[in-house]
Protein backbone atom coordinates (compact mmCIF):
# COMPACT_ATOMS: atom_id res chain seq x y z
CA UNK A 1 0.00 0.00 0.00
CA UNK A 2 1.61 3.22 -0.97
CA UNK A 3 1.88 6.18 1.27
CA UNK A 4 -1.47 7.92 -0.28
CA UNK A 5 -3.51 4.72 -0.04
CA UNK A 6 -2.37 4.36 3.54
CA UNK A 7 -4.15 7.47 4.62
CA UNK A 8 -7.32 6.75 5.89
CA UNK A 9 -10.68 8.80 4.89
CA UNK A 10 -13.53 8.41 7.50
CA UNK A 11 -17.26 8.79 6.72
CA UNK A 12 -19.50 9.43 9.29
CA UNK A 13 -23.21 9.10 8.87
CA UNK A 14 -25.45 11.83 10.66
CA UNK A 15 -28.11 12.09 8.93
CA UNK A 16 -30.74 10.43 11.91
CA UNK A 17 -33.07 11.76 14.12
CA UNK A 18 -31.81 9.69 17.04
CA UNK A 19 -35.23 9.59 18.87
CA UNK A 20 -34.40 7.26 21.86
CA UNK A 21 -32.79 11.08 22.98
CA UNK A 22 -36.39 12.49 23.01
CA UNK A 23 -37.69 15.12 20.33
CA UNK A 24 -35.68 17.92 19.33
CA UNK A 25 -32.71 18.13 16.80
CA UNK A 26 -31.28 15.44 14.98
CA UNK A 27 -29.01 13.24 18.00
CA UNK A 28 -25.98 14.06 15.96
CA UNK A 29 -26.84 17.91 16.66
CA UNK A 30 -27.64 17.45 20.33
CA UNK A 31 -24.77 19.49 22.72
CA UNK A 32 -22.11 18.02 24.68
CA UNK A 33 -20.45 20.78 26.77
CA UNK A 34 -21.79 23.41 24.66
CA UNK A 35 -20.76 21.68 21.57
CA UNK A 36 -22.68 19.22 18.96
CA UNK A 37 -22.20 15.60 19.51
CA UNK A 38 -21.13 15.64 15.84
CA UNK A 39 -18.72 18.15 16.18
CA UNK A 40 -17.14 16.13 18.90
CA UNK A 41 -17.15 12.99 17.37
CA UNK A 42 -15.61 14.79 13.88
CA UNK A 43 -12.57 16.20 16.09
CA UNK A 44 -11.81 12.79 17.55
CA UNK A 45 -11.23 11.70 13.80
CA UNK A 46 -9.24 14.71 13.40
CA UNK A 47 -6.40 14.52 16.25
CA UNK A 48 -5.31 11.41 14.26
CA UNK A 49 -2.53 11.76 11.92
CA UNK A 50 -3.59 8.45 10.36
CA UNK A 51 -6.75 10.57 9.02
CA UNK A 52 -6.73 12.40 6.20
CA UNK A 53 -10.13 13.43 5.40
CA UNK A 54 -13.36 13.31 7.19
CA UNK A 55 -16.62 12.98 4.65
CA UNK A 56 -20.45 13.63 6.98
CA UNK A 57 -23.35 12.27 5.62
CA UNK A 58 -25.91 15.34 6.82
CA UNK A 59 -29.48 15.16 6.46
CA UNK A 60 -30.65 16.03 2.71
CA UNK A 61 -32.59 18.71 3.79
CA UNK A 62 -29.50 20.08 6.54
CA UNK A 63 -26.20 20.22 4.44
CA UNK A 64 -25.73 23.84 4.36
CA UNK A 65 -26.37 24.25 7.96
CA UNK A 66 -23.87 20.89 8.84
CA UNK A 67 -21.51 22.72 6.79
CA UNK A 68 -21.69 25.75 8.50
CA UNK A 69 -21.40 24.29 11.79
CA UNK A 70 -18.02 22.13 11.27
CA UNK A 71 -16.80 25.76 9.21
CA UNK A 72 -17.75 27.73 12.92
CA UNK A 73 -15.85 25.47 15.37
CA UNK A 74 -12.69 25.53 13.33
CA UNK A 75 -11.81 22.35 12.52
CA UNK A 76 -8.53 23.45 10.44
CA UNK A 77 -5.67 20.93 9.54
CA UNK A 78 -7.87 17.95 7.61
CA UNK A 79 -9.85 17.99 4.55
CA UNK A 80 -13.80 17.79 5.52
CA UNK A 81 -16.33 17.13 3.71
CA UNK A 82 -20.69 17.20 3.88
CA UNK A 83 -22.65 14.81 1.44
CA UNK A 84 -26.36 14.27 1.46
CA UNK A 85 -27.16 11.24 3.46
CA UNK A 86 -29.95 8.56 2.59
CA UNK A 87 -33.03 6.97 4.87
CA UNK A 88 -30.50 4.34 6.48
CA UNK A 89 -27.52 4.73 8.33
CA UNK A 90 -26.43 2.06 5.44
CA UNK A 91 -27.26 4.28 2.64
CA UNK A 92 -25.84 7.55 4.76
CA UNK A 93 -22.25 5.75 4.48
CA UNK A 94 -22.64 4.42 1.08
CA UNK A 95 -22.97 7.58 0.11
CA UNK A 96 -20.24 9.41 1.97
CA UNK A 97 -17.95 6.64 0.29
CA UNK A 98 -18.63 7.61 -2.70
CA UNK A 99 -17.02 10.88 -2.04
CA UNK A 100 -13.82 9.62 -1.11
CA UNK A 101 -11.05 10.25 -3.92
CA UNK A 102 -10.10 6.42 -5.50
CA UNK A 103 -7.07 6.64 -4.06
CA UNK A 104 -7.50 6.00 -0.95
CA UNK A 105 -7.05 2.55 0.76
CA UNK A 106 -8.62 2.21 4.14
CA UNK A 107 -11.60 4.29 4.90
CA UNK A 108 -12.94 4.52 8.85
CA UNK A 109 -16.65 4.44 9.30
CA UNK A 110 -17.66 5.82 12.49
CA UNK A 111 -20.85 7.10 14.73
CA UNK A 112 -21.51 10.33 15.53
CA UNK A 113 -23.05 9.69 18.40
CA UNK A 114 -19.29 8.13 19.88
CA UNK A 115 -18.15 11.81 20.68
CA UNK A 116 -15.63 10.73 22.74
CA UNK A 117 -13.65 8.20 21.42
CA UNK A 118 -9.59 8.51 22.22
CA UNK A 119 -7.55 8.87 19.41
CA UNK A 120 -5.67 5.64 20.37
CA UNK A 121 -8.62 3.71 18.97
CA UNK A 122 -9.04 5.43 16.07
CA UNK A 123 -4.85 5.04 15.32
CA UNK A 124 -5.26 1.44 16.02
CA UNK A 125 -8.06 0.47 13.86
CA UNK A 126 -5.74 1.86 11.16
CA UNK A 127 -3.19 0.23 11.99
CA UNK A 128 -4.56 -3.04 11.93
CA UNK A 129 -5.44 -2.38 8.32
CA UNK A 130 -2.33 -1.17 7.23
CA UNK A 131 -1.32 -4.58 8.91
CA UNK A 132 -3.30 -6.81 6.57
CA UNK A 133 -7.07 -6.98 8.00
CA UNK A 134 -9.83 -6.13 5.30
CA UNK A 135 -12.16 -5.21 8.46
CA UNK A 136 -11.58 -4.05 12.18
CA UNK A 137 -13.63 -2.99 15.00
CA UNK A 138 -12.67 -2.03 18.00
CA UNK A 139 -14.28 -3.69 20.94
CA UNK A 140 -14.46 -4.14 24.73
CA UNK A 141 -15.73 -6.81 27.18
CA UNK A 142 -18.90 -7.26 28.82
CA UNK A 143 -19.25 -6.39 32.13
CA UNK A 144 -23.19 -8.28 31.94
CA UNK A 145 -24.28 -11.78 31.80
CA UNK A 146 -26.06 -11.82 28.54
CA UNK A 147 -29.39 -14.13 27.74
CA UNK A 148 -30.72 -14.65 24.45
CA UNK A 149 -34.71 -14.38 24.69
CA UNK A 150 -37.56 -15.40 22.53
CA UNK A 151 -40.62 -13.00 21.82
CA UNK A 152 -42.94 -12.20 24.87
CA UNK A 153 -46.64 -14.38 23.78
CA UNK A 154 -48.07 -10.92 24.33
CA UNK A 155 -46.29 -7.52 23.97
CA UNK A 156 -44.88 -6.55 26.99
CA UNK A 157 -45.25 -9.63 28.36
CA UNK A 158 -42.06 -11.82 29.93
CA UNK A 159 -39.44 -12.96 27.43
CA UNK A 160 -38.73 -16.78 27.89
CA UNK A 161 -34.91 -17.29 27.85
CA UNK A 162 -33.07 -19.58 25.21
CA UNK A 163 -29.70 -19.79 26.54
CA UNK A 164 -27.08 -17.99 28.06
CA UNK A 165 -24.10 -17.49 26.13
CA UNK A 166 -20.46 -17.49 27.29
CA UNK A 167 -19.55 -13.74 27.47
CA UNK A 168 -16.02 -14.51 27.53
CA UNK A 169 -16.27 -15.17 23.77
CA UNK A 170 -18.50 -11.66 23.79
CA UNK A 171 -17.86 -8.20 22.30
CA UNK A 172 -19.22 -5.35 22.61
CA UNK A 173 -18.26 -3.55 19.13
CA UNK A 174 -17.41 0.38 18.87
CA UNK A 175 -16.35 2.53 16.15
CA UNK A 176 -14.60 3.45 13.97
CA UNK A 177 -14.74 0.63 12.34
CA UNK A 178 -12.16 0.44 9.46
CA UNK A 179 -11.87 -1.79 5.99
CA UNK A 180 -9.83 -2.01 3.21
CA UNK A 181 -11.82 0.56 0.87
CA UNK A 182 -12.40 -1.94 -2.06
CA UNK A 183 -13.77 -4.37 1.02
CA UNK A 184 -16.07 -1.83 2.43
CA UNK A 185 -17.55 -1.15 -1.48
CA UNK A 186 -18.21 -4.53 -2.87
CA UNK A 187 -19.79 -5.21 0.35
CA UNK A 188 -21.96 -1.91 -0.10
CA UNK A 189 -22.68 -2.49 -3.80
CA UNK A 190 -23.76 -6.33 -3.01
CA UNK A 191 -25.98 -5.02 0.03
CA UNK A 192 -28.02 -2.64 -2.47
CA UNK A 193 -28.76 -5.69 -5.05
CA UNK A 194 -29.62 -7.48 -2.11
CA UNK A 195 -32.75 -4.64 -1.33
CA UNK A 196 -33.16 -4.63 -4.88
CA UNK A 197 -34.19 -7.97 -4.93
CA UNK A 198 -35.96 -7.57 -1.48
CA UNK A 199 -33.42 -9.50 0.04
CA UNK A 200 -31.88 -9.43 3.58
CA UNK A 201 -32.80 -6.25 5.82
CA UNK A 202 -29.81 -3.98 6.66
CA UNK A 203 -26.99 -4.59 9.21
CA UNK A 204 -26.38 -2.66 12.15
CA UNK A 205 -23.23 -2.35 11.12
CA UNK A 206 -21.02 -2.58 8.88
CA UNK A 207 -18.66 -5.00 9.78
CA UNK A 208 -21.63 -6.79 9.78
CA UNK A 209 -21.94 -6.45 5.78
CA UNK A 210 -18.82 -7.76 5.52
CA UNK A 211 -19.77 -11.10 7.77
CA UNK A 212 -22.68 -11.69 5.42
CA UNK A 213 -20.97 -11.65 2.31
CA UNK A 214 -18.14 -13.80 3.61
CA UNK A 215 -15.09 -11.53 4.54
CA UNK A 216 -12.80 -11.71 7.77
CA UNK A 217 -13.18 -9.36 10.51
CA UNK A 218 -11.09 -8.77 13.19
CA UNK A 219 -11.11 -7.11 16.55
CA UNK A 220 -8.89 -4.53 18.43
CA UNK A 221 -9.45 -3.09 22.05
CA UNK A 222 -11.77 -0.66 22.07
CA UNK A 223 -12.15 1.94 24.92
CA UNK A 224 -15.01 2.02 27.75
CA UNK A 225 -15.02 6.04 26.83
CA UNK A 226 -16.03 5.55 23.35
CA UNK A 227 -19.37 4.41 23.93
CA UNK A 228 -22.60 5.36 22.17
CA UNK A 229 -24.41 8.57 23.37
CA UNK A 230 -28.63 6.87 22.87
CA UNK A 231 -30.67 8.04 25.80
CA UNK A 232 -30.55 10.59 28.35
CA UNK A 233 -28.47 9.01 30.72
CA UNK A 234 -25.74 8.41 28.29
CA UNK A 235 -25.67 12.09 27.68
CA UNK A 236 -24.93 12.54 31.33
CA UNK A 237 -22.27 10.28 31.54
CA UNK A 238 -20.42 11.94 28.52
CA UNK A 239 -20.93 15.24 30.04
CA UNK A 240 -18.84 13.97 32.91
CA UNK A 241 -16.44 12.31 31.09
CA UNK A 242 -15.99 15.16 29.47
CA UNK A 243 -15.99 17.51 32.60
CA UNK A 244 -12.73 15.09 33.78
CA UNK A 245 -10.86 15.47 30.80
CA UNK A 246 -11.33 19.31 30.22
CA UNK A 247 -10.03 19.49 34.34
CA UNK A 248 -7.24 17.49 33.44
CA UNK A 249 -5.89 18.27 29.94
CA UNK A 250 -7.56 21.27 28.85
CA UNK A 251 -9.49 18.70 26.23
Do not use: C, W, Y
Amino acid sequence: MNATAAVAAAVVPAAGRGERLGPGAPKALRELGGVPLLVHAVRALARSRAVGLVVVAAPPDGVAEVAALLDSHGLDGKDLRVVAGGATRQESVRLGLAAIPAGTGIVLVHDAARPLVPVDVVDAVVAAVRAGAEAVVPAVSLADTVKRVAAAAAPGGPEPVLDTPDRATLRAVQTPQGFLRDTLHEVHEKALAEEADGGLPPVTDDAGLVERFGGQVVVVPGHEEAFKVTRPLDLVLAEAVLARRRASDGF
